[in-house]
Every structure is written in C-alpha cells, then in structure tokens.
C-alpha cells in the first residue's frame, strides 16, 4: 500500500541557518505530494504541493521538488527563523481513492536563537 | 480564516461511555474526512465520505461510527470508549487540497 517515511523525528537548529526535511514515499499509483505544517495546538495547515516531476514549487520561503526516479519530495528552506518551529508532515494523496491523505510521522522542528 | 468548524474543542469522558464529535465546512466541498492524531502526532485517516457516502472506511474499531446528513457535516461516534482512544480528532474537507478543522481533543480515563 501507499506510504510515507520522515526519517528525522526532531531537528533542532539555530536562525538563520539552512534544513533540509526528509520525505520519501511508496505508491503504486502516480503521486500527488504535499508538506503541511502543524504549529502548537494548531489545525494543520498546507505548506506545498506537487505532483510534476523535477519541478521546484515554493510558498512562505519554504520549497520542494519532486523526483519521481528516487520517490522523495524534501522540504527544505535556505534561512529558518523562530516562526518556522512547528511540526513538519509529508504527505500522500491517493486522488483515485478521493485524496485521501497518508502522512509521514513527522518532523518536530525546533528553531532556537 | 476557520472555513471547519469543529465541536467540542475538548471532551473528558470515562471508559464506556458514549461520545459524539461534530464538523461542518463552509467551503462548499463535497469530501469530508476524519482523522486521529495520537499521542505521539501521528496522523492517520479513519473515514471519507463524498456527498453523505461513505467511501473509506480505514481498518477502525467497531465502537466507531461516522455519520452525515448532507455533504457539509460530518460526525463521529464513538460507542464504550476505550483509553486507546484518547486522541485528537481532526475533521477535513476537500475538493481537491485539504482544510482541516481545529481538531476534538478527546481524554478517556
């Protein structure tokens, strides 16, 4: 079946410097990818999306591509700031299964000053 | 801008007892879902509906039970909690991207 893997559970930095998130992912079908970010007690909210391959989509400084030949769609982002600590989601969209989504296990991203 | 709406915000119950969970979109989209965030954040879809059918039913205990009444609300029922269901609940909708509600902190002791 469909899946997502997030390799770091918890990533702590200092502002200003670069990340770079993990998501890789197993689908039969062709994929539809998607970042959301979950602050403290928060909804999660949409951060990126793509299902074109070799394409950089970008939104709130944050940016991703996806690579269909390795399966992964990294989060990343040039200059974190405080803002940006918040729990990080990948996920999968199964748009023949009417966009279900099936989400990684998260990245707890921590920025410190 | 909230577009779902869900109630109650927090419920505490004990073992056995009977809980019901609300969501309503006013986003005009037909696809509704309900998922639960665990204790250690894991997200996990439960149940999907489009336009009142239902049409994904993940492998989820028996005791639960969603149900709609037009295509902008959706409820879940939970019949004799257990403490495995201690979660957060968190209703979405969709036409295409997803829009999640603020989420039902459900406590069973």
């Known amino acids: 079946g469909d899946s997502v893997t997030q390799t770091e559970g918890l990533v702590t930095l200092t502002k200003g410097l670069p990340v770079m998130l993990n998501c890789t992912y197993q689908?039969?079908?062709?994929?539809?990818l998607f970042w959301y970010v979950q602050h403290l007690n928060e909804a999660p909210k949409l951060l990126l999306k793509?299902?074109?391959?070799?394409k950089r989509t970008e939104h709130q400084g944050f940016y991703a591509t996806l690579h269909k030949s390795s399966s992964s769609f990294h989060l990343q982002k040039s200059s974190v700031q405080l803002s940006d600590s918040a729990l990080y989601f990948c996920a999968l969209s199964e748009m023949s299964n009417y966009n279900v989504l099936y989400f990684g296990s998260g990245t707890k991203l921590t920025v410190e000053p | 801008e909230t577009a779902v709406f869900q109630t109650p915000n927090y419920h505490v119950t004990q073992v056995g007892n009977e809980v019901s969970f609300n969501c309503k979109q006013t986003l005009g989209h037909d696809t509704m879902y309900w998922y639960k965030q665990d204790s250690k954040k894991l997200l996990k879809i439960m149940f999907s509906?489009?336009?009142?059918?239902?049409?994904v039913n993940e492998t989820v205990p028996r005791r639960f039970s969603p149900q709609s009444s037009d295509k902008a609300h959706l409820n879940l029922r939970i019949k004799s909690v257990e403490p495995e269901d201690s979660a957060v609940y968190l209703c979405?909708?969709?036409?295409?991207?997803?829009?999640f509600g603020p989420g039902t902190r459900l406590t069973v002791l």
């Open positions: 793509s299902s074109t391959d070799n």
């Open positions: 689908t039969t079908y062709s994929p539809f």
């Open positions: 979405a909708s969709s036409l295409f991207e997803q829009y």
């Open positions: 509906y489009n336009n009142k059918q239902l049409i």
